[in-house]
């Protein structure tokens, strides 16, 4: 794992975008894992100015994390709607090649094994943008998700829910179920970025990056990928053991370029 401690999401949201850009323009059907929260925002801002300078993202599929059970896909609070506002339509994206797991079929499990097999077909996931849950969960997959698991149904935690209650009137509003990728479906996309600031991140992140790899904090599955890039500011890092080794190891980092 690449552990990149930095001074605000936007710094890491250049340097990221700078990056996918780069991925797009050599590979234009690159395909995108999306995650939806305040996280990956500013990676998505920092790439819609590459956009307005020309790069091209018609062709780039993406596939979103998850979805809620039990609001229609076309309430404004629901992640497909969210993934058009912040990534569809900002990044000049086909709709027809983004993707958003059916939270309001009628049979949702059947709407989650679609969502595998049209990952697969697509080639699978190059590049999987990830926030954190302040419980560790990453995608939807709660404590206690198995770490082999596939795209299907989940019931959010209360903590879950109290902090997603932001964007909704009431908590008793928050669904409580969702369709997610799986621990296993994400774990086989071929890199993995994750995104992580303030301080209610702090003990997920440092349970995720040096506590056991176990299902009690979800997203420490990403200890076993071989492809890893963390980003966290100075808050979500507060927990970190070996902060002061990550910052060593990024700035004495060997130079590839020769
Ligand atoms: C979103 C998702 C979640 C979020 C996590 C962090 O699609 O799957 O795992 O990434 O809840 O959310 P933020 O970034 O809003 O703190």
Redesign the pocket.
């Known amino acids: 794992m690449e552990i990149i401690i930095v001074e605000s999401l936007e710094e890491a949201g250049e340097v990221e975008a700078k990056r996918l850009a780069r991925i797009i323009n050599e590979n234009p059907e690159t395909v995108l894992g ?7 925002l500013p990676l998505y801002q920092a790439m819609e100015r590459y956009v307005s300078g020309g790069l091209n993202m018609r062709n780039v599929s993406g596939f ?3 979805e809620y059970i039990g609001i229609a896909a076309s309430d404004e609070r629901s ?1 497909t709607a969210t993934i058009e506002r912040e990534v569809t339509g900002p990044l000049g994206l086909n709709p027809e090649l983004v993707h958003v797991p059916e939270g309001d079929a009628a049979d949702p499990q059947q709407a989650a094994d679609r969502y595998e097999a049209a990952i697969k077909s697509a080639g699978g996931v190059d590049v999987q943008i ?5 419980d560790g ?4 997959n709660e404590p206690g998700s198995s770490l082999a698991s596939r795209t299907r149904i989940k019931t959010l935690s209360q903590l ?1 829910r109290e ?2 209650a932001r964007f909704f009137s009431t908590l008793d509003e928050v669904p409580r179920h969702c369709i ?1 990728q799986g621990l296993g479906t994400i774990m086989d996309a071929r890199q993995l970025l994750l ?2 600031q ?1 301080a209610t ?1 702090a003990e997920a992140i440092a349970a995720a990056l040096e506590g056991p790899v176990s299902s009690r904090c979800p997203a420490s599955v990403i200890q076993l990928h071989p492809s890893v890039t963390v980003y966290v500011d100075n808050s979500a890092a507060a927990g970190l053991e070996l902060a002061d080794f990550y910052k060593y190891i990024h700035r004495n980092k060997p130079d590839q370029s020769s």
């Not at 999306?34 to 990956?40: F, H, R, V, Y």
């Open positions: 999306l995650a939806t929260g305040s996280s990956p979103a994390l998850d992640y990830l926030g954190i849950g302040s969960h990453l995608g939807f879950t902090d997603n997610t995104f992580a303030g991140k």
